[in-house]
């Protein structure tokens, strides 16, 4: 179970060093009674045990869909999200969540102690932003114990503005950066304006984390910006560009099995096994996509050294 209330807030503020106020209480009278058991109550030996400990929780949470949770095998949220670096008192940033797949963790994980928030593209008419922002809508509506404290803020995503400048610890986003180069149906290569967005909402030393699916080393983009692979080195430099500096790099999301020369590209294999029944089997046998795992800081800004006169 989640740790909640008071109990969750002491624990948070001992192993993140935040600090507590404490009411002043008359010492009691020396008891004749015997200890109690020193292992009936054993507190997290670290933050990251209990934030270990809270996603376990989560993960295994009656809220998240069956079908959702199948997924874990393929997309490994516990070690993805330990390696962002996630804790449950972060204000965390999701980009364009689709159907809530990583909502129902992390709205969750964050929910008593930390701030959620949901970013959704401002929808135009009728089409896949307006199904998944309304979807999302819902999903939070209709669960007010595990959501009820989720935020959403819609951009553009020609000029993004994800929050104000500096308030945010960690910016997540699952297989979106294919999305947003110059494949799109209006032309825009929007993705250079997301990530000078992501490094202005976070806060110094914030991290930005990208999981998205990787094409061969030595691909250029051009060659498979229709087939939803991404050069890892692309990736790398929009974020570079945008004032990132690459931090660690993770094979968590790896799949050797992707052979990435599929007729339909990316979406030839599951979840979306766009060619139906047409050999299902061996796309359902190689699983879902080869992704890079990329974790960037946000640099600290430089001290300012004290002129002497």
Same mark, same amino acid.
């Given at each position: 179970?989640?740790?909640?209330?008071?109990?969750?807030?002491?624990?948070?503020?001992?192993?993140?060093?935040?600090?507590?106020?404490?009411?002043?209480?008359?010492?009691?009278?020396?008891?004749?009674?015997?200890?109690?058991?020193?292992?009936?109550?054993?507190?997290?030996?670290?933050?990251?045990?209990?934030?270990?400990?809270?996603?376990?929780?989560?993960?295994?949470?009656?809220?998240?869909?069956?079908?959702?949770?199948?997924?874990? /095998?393929?997309?490994?949220?516990?070690?993805?999200?330990?390696?962002?670096?996630?804790?449950?008192?972060?204000?965390?940033?999701?980009?364009?969540?689709?159907?809530?797949?990583?909502?129902?963790?992390?709205?969750?994980?964050?929910?008593?102690?930390?701030?959620?928030?949901?970013?959704?593209? /401002?929808?135009?008419?009728?089409?896949?932003?307006?199904?998944?922002?309304?979807?999302?809508?819902?999903?939070?509506?209709?669960?007010?114990?595990?959501?009820?404290?989720?935020?959403? /803020?819609?951009?553009?995503?020609?000029?993004?503005?994800?929050?104000?400048?500096?308030?945010?610890?960690?910016?997540?986003?699952?297989?979106?950066?294919?999305?947003?180069?110059?494949?799109?149906?209006?032309?825009?290569?929007?993705?250079?304006?997301?990530?000078?967005?992501?490094?202005?909402?976070?806060?110094?030393?914030?991290?930005?984390?990208?999981?998205?699916?990787?094409?061969?080393?030595?691909?250029?983009?051009?060659?498979?910006?229709?087939?939803?692979?991404?050069?890892?080195?692309?990736?790398?430099?929009?974020?570079?560009?945008?004032?990132?500096?690459?931090?660690?790099?993770?094979?968590?999301?790896?799949?050797?099995?992707?052979?990435?020369?599929?007729?339909?590209?990316?979406?030839?294999?599951?979840?979306?096994?766009?060619?139906?029944?047409?050999?299902?089997?061996?796309?359902?046998?190689?699983?879902?996509?080869?992704?890079?795992?990329?974790?960037?800081?946000?640099?600290?800004?430089?001290?300012?050294?004290?002129?002497?006169?």
């Amino acid at each position: 179970m989640k740790a909640t209330g008071l109990g969750a807030a002491l624990l948070l503020a001992m192993l993140f060093g935040m600090p507590v106020m404490v009411n002043a209480q008359v010492a009691p009278t020396a008891s004749t009674e015997p200890d109690q058991p020193t292992d009936e109550l054993v507190p997290p030996t670290s933050a990251s045990d209990f934030t270990s400990s809270q996603l376990d929780s989560v993960l295994a949470g009656s809220w998240r869909s069956p079908a959702n949770r199948a997924r874990d /095998v393929y997309r490994h949220p516990k070690a993805t999200l330990q390696f962002f670096g996630i804790r449950p008192d972060q204000t965390v940033v999701e980009i364009t969540p689709g159907g809530g797949w990583y909502s129902e963790i992390l709205a969750p994980l964050l929910h008593d102690n930390g701030h959620y928030i949901a970013a959704v593209q /401002v929808p135009a008419g009728g089409g896949e932003a307006r199904r998944d922002g309304d979807a999302l809508h819902q999903k939070f509506s209709a669960d007010a114990a595990h959501y009820g404290k989720a935020k959403f /803020v819609e951009f553009d995503p020609k000029a993004p503005v994800f929050g104000a400048p500096g308030s945010v610890d960690l910016v997540l986003t699952f297989r979106n950066v294919h999305n947003w180069i110059a494949s799109n149906k209006d032309g825009a290569d929007t993705a250079p304006a997301m990530f000078k967005a992501f490094f202005a909402v976070l806060r110094p030393g914030g991290v930005l984390g990208v999981v998205d699916h990787r094409a061969n080393d030595g691909t250029s983009l051009d060659a498979v910006k229709q087939s939803g692979y991404l050069p890892t080195r692309y990736v790398v430099q929009l974020a570079t560009a945008a004032g990132f500096t690459l931090d660690e790099s993770s094979e968590i999301n790896a799949n050797p099995k992707d052979t990435k020369d599929y007729p339909k590209g990316v979406w030839t294999l599951p979840p979306t096994l766009t060619l139906g029944e047409q050999d299902k089997a061996k796309y359902l046998a190689i699983g879902e996509s080869d992704r890079m795992t990329l974790r960037f800081i946000k640099p600290a800004a430089p001290a300012v050294s004290a002129s002497i006169h």
